[in-house]
């Protein structure tokens, strides 16, 4: 198929959604480097995070998004309503916990016992947020794909912090994790969600696998901030900055995933991604 088949058969303002989710993609360096930078300036003698101190950011992130799984599934369950608050309100409550969280700093014990509880928080209002942008993007929320498909965005952008290519990364992303998000939703689909200890038992079922793959991604961006945080001096201003440029990142991530995920559902997924490859977008 040529590129002006494909672009007769998509209409003008799909192509402007494409292209305008391709450009969101390719933004990620304005806030995560920003991020990258703050992190990278603070004169702690924290240039590397020690191999031990990663070992338990990795934990705390895949205990955190598992927490946010087991959240999802158990509302899903009760069959209860999810809520819409606005974008902006997500971003206000995670740049609030992330003041609390600048006050103490990371590296100290209280604030990396802080750091942790607001980890925890945070994350679950950024999950919100993700949903609520999937959902205004015609997904169903009460299909366990879907909620696949929002755990994913946390692993968008999380190849390495150095890597200029971030942008072309999307489709491989997807395409590396595609058999991992299949796997965990056949398994929850096979299962049932009645029995959420079950679902969630043993270290070796695919859901649990899919969680520990976008935790060992998602840990690159925590890390950042855990670095930033290093100290109290950062203050409540610093550690609110730095939790509004967390949350608007994966904010752009959803707006961006979630519109191709639209357009693949409307022109199949070789269609759109042929086009997001050969689409040129202002920089």
């Not at 391709?22 to 702690?44: C, H, P, Q, Y």
């Not at 240039?47 to 990795?58: N, V």
């Not at 043993?202 to 991604?217: C, E, M, W």
């Not at 949350?247 to 519109?259: E, L, P």
Request: proline residues 2%; glycine residues 8%; contains cysteine.
């Amino acid at each position: 198929m040529s590129t002006a088949d494909f672009t007769q058969r998509m209409s003008p303002d799909d192509l402007i959604s494409l292209m305008k989710a391709k450009r969101e993609m390719e933004d990620i360096g304005i806030a995560m480097k920003t991020l990258n930078k703050v992190g990278g300036s603070i004169e702690t003698g924290l240039k590397r995070i020690p191999s031990k101190q990663q070992q338990w950011l990795q934990s705390k992130v895949n205990e955190t998004l598992l927490l946010l799984v087991k959240s999802n599934l158990a509302t899903m369950q009760k069959g209860n309503i999810f809520k819409k608050p606005s974008s902006a309100t997500y971003k206000a409550l995670v740049t609030s916990t992330g003041a609390l969280s600048g006050v103490f700093g990371s590296a100290t014990g209280l604030g990396t016992a802080v750091f942790t509880s607001e980890l925890i928080i945070s994350t679950k209002f950024i999950m919100r947020s993700i949903m609520d942008i999937a959902r205004s993007e015609g997904e169903d929320l009460y299909d366990p794909e879907t909620q696949m498909a929002c755990l994913q965005v946390f692993a968008l952008g999380g190849d390495s912090k150095d890597d200029d290519g971030l942008e072309t990364s999307y489709y491989t992303t997807r395409y590396v994790m595609d058999s991992a998000v299949k796997n965990a939703t056949s398994y929850i689909t096979k299962n049932g969600i009645s029995g959420l200890n079950k679902l969630l038992a043993g270290s070796s079922n695919p859901l649990l696998k899919l969680i520990s793959s976008i935790a060992s991604r998602f840990t690159i961006q925590v890390s950042e901030k855990f670095v930033a945080q290093a100290v109290p001096l950062i203050g409540a201003a610093g550690g609110g900055s730095i939790n509004f440029m967390f949350i608007h990142h994966f904010q752009k991530m959803a707006r961006a995933h979630f519109t191709i995920r639209r357009l693949e559902r409307k022109y199949g997924q070789n269609t759109v991604k042929q086009k997001y490859i050969e689409v040129a977008v202002k920089k």
